[in-house]
């Protein structure tokens, strides 16, 4: 059964779950609000950086799909949203899955198609108003992207720009602000350098739109299950032929795919995901190096190590080492 709710009576209910402002007592500067829990469980916090930005972190957890029914209203400022887990629809009919990010602000129209679905939804977002992210773009001696530019000029439409792929690289850098492990003014400019990295990987996925044909539907399809082959995959990967027969594709159309999707080479895509889940079961210091570089696909441990500094300019075991104290 699926919940049908407006905003302003989200707000109220939101209002009566939080009758007075919550400050994170370990970092006074973050401001928490439970999310309501007539229609969940979880919360919202808000680190307010310099003018103009904010991060927000929203956990919570659906035991029902909530439609939001929405009347047409001025959102000033961007927002770059990161979906880590959770999915639905926006309310221009556009899906919203996990993996995925996008920029989008203006005139929200009338609508009763943003739907949430049921579970677990958490998302990262940096609201950055207009004329900050301008600053921080013109301060480079760079250009604004052609497609932001009405946005950041104050033209008052409603955009959703095409979503893209959370690549590794923007995962490494979400995990760290939601993992910080400072406090006081050393955080503050952490997580600053933190959105301003999020900030540059998201423009530069608008500004290097693909000159290439544009992927069709069933393609793009079959470029995820391949994907998913990979991943299931990363000890003994098959060839890029290989792969490219198992999802109904030819070569030439399966790196073209992975190139515009996830932004990089097949075998990149497959070199970043399993530094990703070495430098985890690294942290969570459970396994020894040598079984480690096994379960990512290396039969070497010195291999293993050198692609591992390569990523991370610091060696496996200096890496654990680090983190354990």
């Given at each position: 059964?699926?919940?049908?709710?407006?905003?302003?009576?989200?707000?109220?209910?939101?209002?009566?779950a939080?009758?007075?402002?919550?400050?994170?007592?370990?970092?006074?500067?973050?401001?928490?609000?439970?999310?309501?829990?007539?229609?969940?469980?979880?919360?919202?916090?808000?680190?307010p950086?310099?003018?103009?930005?904010?991060?927000?972190?929203?956990?919570?957890?659906?035991?029902?799909?909530?439609?939001?029914?929405?009347?047409?209203?001025?959102?000033?400022?961007?927002?770059?949203?990161?979906?880590?887990?959770?999915?639905g629809?926006?309310?221009?009919?556009?899906?919203?899955?996990?993996?995925?990010?996008?920029?989008?602000?203006?005139?929200?129209?009338?609508?009763?198609?943003?739907?949430?679905?049921?579970?677990n939804?958490?998302?990262?977002?940096?609201?950055?108003?207009?004329?900050?992210?301008?600053t921080?773009?013109?301060?480079?001696?760079?250009?604004?992207?052609?497609?932001?530019?009405k946005?950041?000029?104050?033209?008052?439409?409603?955009?959703?720009?095409?979503?893209?792929?959370?690549?590794?690289?923007?995962?490494?850098?979400?995990?760290?602000?939601?993992?910080?492990?400072?406090?006081?003014?050393?955080?503050?400019?952490?997580?600053?350098?933190?959105v301003?990295?999020?900030?540059?990987?998201?423009?530069?996925?608008?500004?290097?739109?693909?000159?290439?044909?544009?992927?069709?539907?069933?393609?793009?399809?079959?470029?995820?299950?391949?994907?998913?082959?990979?991943?299931?995959?990363?000890g003994?990967?098959?060839?890029?032929?290989?792969?490219?027969?198992?999802?109904?594709?030819?070569?030439?159309?399966?790196?073209?795919?992975?190139?515009?999707?996830?932004?990089?080479?097949?075998?990149?895509?497959?070199?970043?995901?399993?530094?990703?889940?070495?430098?985890?079961?690294?942290?969570?210091?459970?396994?020894?190096?040598?079984?480690?570089?096994?379960?990512?696909?290396?039969?070497?441990?010195?291999?293993?190590?050198?692609?591992?500094?390569?990523?991370?300019?610091?060696?496996p075991?200096?890496?654990?080492?680090?983190?354990?104290?």
């Open positions: 059964m699926t919940i049908n709710i407006t905003v302003y009576d989200f707000w109220n209910l939101r209002k009566a939080n009758p007075e402002l919550l400050i994170d007592p370990i970092h006074p500067e973050d401001y928490l609000c439970r999310y309501p829990q007539e229609l969940g469980k979880g919360y919202y916090r808000w680190i950086m310099r003018e103009g930005i904010i991060i927000e972190i929203f956990d919570t957890y659906l035991p029902q799909p909530i439609k939001w029914i929405t009347h047409a209203h001025h959102q000033k400022s961007l927002e770059f949203g990161f979906i880590l887990a959770g999915s629809q926006d309310c221009d009919g556009q899906p919203k899955k996990s993996g995925e990010d996008y920029i989008f602000g203006g005139v929200y129209p009338q609508s009763n198609n943003n739907i949430d679905g049921a579970g939804l958490r998302w990262v977002s940096l609201i950055i108003k207009p004329e900050t992210l301008r921080l773009i013109e301060s480079y001696g760079e250009q604004v992207p052609s497609d932001l530019e946005a950041i000029a104050g033209v008052p439409e409603y955009f959703n720009l095409r979503p893209s792929l959370i690549t590794p690289a923007k995962q490494v850098a979400l995990q760290q602000i939601l993992h910080c492990p400072y406090q006081g003014l050393t955080r503050k400019m952490y997580l600053e350098s933190k301003l990295e999020l900030v540059s990987l998201k423009l530069a996925d608008q500004v290097a739109a693909p000159t290439e044909k544009l992927l069709r539907l069933q393609e793009i399809d079959r470029i995820y299950h391949a994907r998913e082959i990979l991943l299931r995959n990363i003994n990967p098959p060839s890029l032929i290989d792969l490219a027969q198992q999802v109904g594709i030819n070569e030439y159309t399966l790196k073209r795919g992975f190139r515009q999707i996830f932004g990089t080479t097949v075998f990149g895509y497959l070199h970043d995901y399993r530094m990703e889940q070495a430098r985890q079961l690294l942290l969570s210091g459970q396994m020894k190096i040598e079984q480690i570089a096994q379960i990512v696909g290396y039969a070497n441990r010195s291999h293993f190590a050198t692609a591992f500094k390569k990523k991370y300019g610091v060696n075991k200096a890496y654990q080492m680090q983190k354990n104290i």
